[in-house]
């Protein structure tokens, strides 16, 4: 089957933070850029950041990247890269100061500078005390930023495919990416996206869990793609879960609500935090806490029909009180609990909220797949953002830390990209099987006149990683859940759907999204379950503690028999000297 | 009754429904299921225009935050926030 072709410098996939900046970066580097999305940009995940951008401005208090850079590493529990964590921490007050001559509307101080706040484990000398590093809109961020980079796109020409979905990516015999299939939502019209460079900008895929902050479209594309050919996914067992999302929505009650005096209890009516953190209680760390509930509702306590979920009081501070300190909360408990929290508690869980692993990527954005000691660049590839690892995050990420991230790293990659174009200028042969695997796959939804249901097969999916690859980790039960992940790959070799339509067929898409969920969960609990410490987000009950002589490793996930490798954490920065590990108590 | 809108027009605005941010996703998914298939043309003109809102303006609206600039909007904005 013919299909069409058009020829661009760069594809970029995606069309939140790190997409708009890589592409923003290119079309006013003159090249002729495309940028998919599945969405109108304005409306992608980006727009749901409210905490800021970290940068050691310093503009209300002493602050520099060193101090930054120290807070990150040691909030990564000494897995994240300090190369790339030096490269990040350097270039952040350049990102902000670059966004800000874009016209980002941030907050100001009296005299007109670029207003600063403090942000939970970024500090001062070392640890010292809490530092102003986080430079933010308002409660909205991400927002101002998506908008402020979309219209600096649309004034550098960038050519915008919106509601495209991307579905795989070419590569030719030698491994080289020479770009994407894509299909347009309205018309079920599936073009080659030739390019010279191709970077992946989707995003996460927190969509993997049953509780869950991220919106729908997160459902890691980007990840998806990179493993149908055949590149690996790094530290994939890594993901941060937030202790309050409303039981069965996932929409976050802020920690605010125990700062004021709210509480979590089990079924029983106990106030169980006292057990765990006699001290603090309630207010212990976000990591604490979720382990906590998560030991609960493991061992039987937890409250609801099927002891689902932890039962967050705050009735006792009284409707004045709520009103006035916890603006719209009551509404959000209301609304997404059908609770009224003046009166009774709200069920929450701990909620997947941050992918920390992803498509591995050198500090150029350079895509690669590692053999053996060797990087081995994938040519042609690039990633930046959330569906990246490159890995700054290492095995937690610090607030404030991804927008900056996805800033920096964005344009980091279209650096690359444009120094890769002027070496190589001429678009490779296309293979003839270029577009085989992804009009196979919509083939196979086409024809199907019987099969697995997409929403049965997903919710399987959503349940077994919720169950077996949580807050909190047991052998046992991870080694169960691989089992059942395996089941869940094969089942959706057969999804069917009976809607056969052309314009806006959201069952296929859904169906298409399905297929790129799975592998995000299948690298996720194949990883955690070999990971045997507890580091960051991964923590096991049969290893409890950080392992340096063994585990300073990312791990690489490769779906082609689901091989894992292992490299080693690089420990040496830049300029600069190493971090040692060392304990991480705030 | 000639349905007001074909089959690929309802994928369209289902698709529409899918924001950047959760809470409009749970809303709009419930009220697709409610009503979607339902919609007069007149209300399904509205619902167009709502959804062309930016996602935190929209959700300012339909939390009722904010008191929507056109009260055209008010029946559609209270199916919305019906739990």
């Not at chain 1, 200028?425 to 992804?438: E, I, M, V």
């Amino acid at each position: 089957m013919a299909i069409a072709k058009r020829q661009f410098d760069a594809v970029v996939v995606g069309a939140g933070g790190s997409g708009l900046r890589a592409a923003l970066h290119l079309a006013e580097a003159d090249l002729k850029v495309a940028v998919l999305s599945k969405v109108f940009p304005t409306r992608s995940y980006t727009v749901a950041a409210q905490g800021g951008v970290a940068a050691s401005l310093g503009n209300d208090g002493e602050d520099n990247w060193h101090w930054h850079m120290f807070d990150t590493v040691k909030g990564s529990d000494y897995l994240g890269d300090q190369d790339a964590i030096e490269f990040m921490c350097r270039k952040a007050n350049e990102a902000v100061y670059e966004l800000e001559h874009f016209g980002m509307p941030f907050d100001r101080t009296p005299d007109g500078r670029i207003y600063q706040r403090p942000f939970g484990g970024q500090t001062r000398n070392y640890g010292e005390g809490p530092v102003k590093r986080s430079c933010a809109a308002a409660d909205r961020t991400g927002h101002a930023m998506l908008h402020t980079l979309y219209q600096r796109n649309v004034r550098a020409r960038t050519q915008f495919f919106v509601e495209w979905m991307a579905l795989d990516l070419i590569r030719n015999q030698d491994g080289e990416v020479l770009g994407v299939v894509a299909m347009e939502m309205e018309t079920s019209e599936v073009m080659i996206f030739q390019a010279k460079a191709t970077l992946l900008a989707t995003g996460g895929a927190g969509r993997i869990y049953s509780a869950s902050t991220n919106a729908y479209i997160n459902t890691g594309d980007g990840l998806g793609m990179a493993a149908r050919a055949g590149v690996p996914l790094e530290d994939m067992e890594f993901w941060q879960f937030h202790p309050t999302g409303v039981a069965g929505a996932g929409v976050l009650i802020t920690e605010g609500v125990r700062g004021e005096g709210g509480f979590l209890l089990n079924k029983d009516g106990e106030r169980f935090m006292e057990r765990y953190a006699p001290t603090v209680k309630d207010l212990a760390s976000r990591d604490v806490v979720s382990r906590a509930m998560a030991t609960e509702i493991k061992e039987g306590r937890g409250a609801g029909k099927d002891g689902e979920y932890i039962l967050l009081k705050l009735d006792h501070l009284g409707a004045e009180v709520i009103d006035k300190r916890l603006p719209g909360i009551r509404e959000i408990a209301m609304k997404f609990a059908n609770v009224d929290c003046t009166k009774n508690p709200i069920p929450v869980v701990p909620t997947c909220h941050y992918q920390m692993g992803g498509v591995p990527t050198n500090i150029h954005g350079q895509v690669y797949a590692p053999d053996g000691a060797d990087e081995n660049i994938v040519r042609g590839l690039y990633a930046a953002g959330e569906c990246s690892c490159v890995s700054v995050h290492g095995a937690n990420r610090l607030g404030t830390n991804s927008l900056l991230d996805l800033l920096v790293f964005g344009k980091s990659a279209a650096e690359q990209v444009i120094r890769d174009i002027a070496v190589d200028q001429a678009f490779k042969d296309l293979p003839n099987d270029a577009a085989d695997r992804p009009l196979a796959r919509l083939a196979r939804l086409y024809s199907a006149t019987s099969g697995e249901s997409v929403a049965e097969v997903g919710a399987e999916m959503r349940r077994t990683m919720q169950l077996h690859c949580g807050v909190f980790r047991f052998p046992d039960s991870l080694a169960e859940g691989v089992r059942k992940m395996l089941a869940v790959v094969e089942r959706v070799k057969h999804t069917f759907i009976k809607d056969k339509s052309k314009v806006f067929n959201t069952a296929r898409l859904e169906a298409l999204e399905l297929d790129n969920l799975v592998e995000t969960a299948v690298s996720t609990m194949i990883s955690a379950e070999a990971r045997k410490e507890s580091r960051g987000a991964h923590d096991r009950s049969d290893h409890p503690n950080r392992d340096d002589i063994n585990w300073m490793q990312h791990t690489f996930w490769f779906k082609e028999g689901d091989r894992l490798q292992y490299k080693p954490v690089k420990l040496k920065p830049l300029t600069v000297e190493s971090f040692q590990p060392k304990p991480r108590v705030y | 009754m000639e349905p007001a809108t074909t089959h690929g027009e309802l994928g369209k605005l289902r698709w529409h429904c899918r924001r950047g941010l959760l809470e409009l996703d749970l809303v709009l998914e419930q009220f697709n299921n409610r009503h979607l298939e339902v919609l007069d043309a007149g209300q399904l003109a509205l619902f167009k225009e709502l959804l062309a809102f930016g996602d935190n303006d929209l959700l300012d609206l339909v939390m009722g935050r904010t008191a929507p600039a056109d009260e055209r909007y008010g029946a559609l904005l209270k199916m919305l926030r019906t739990p």
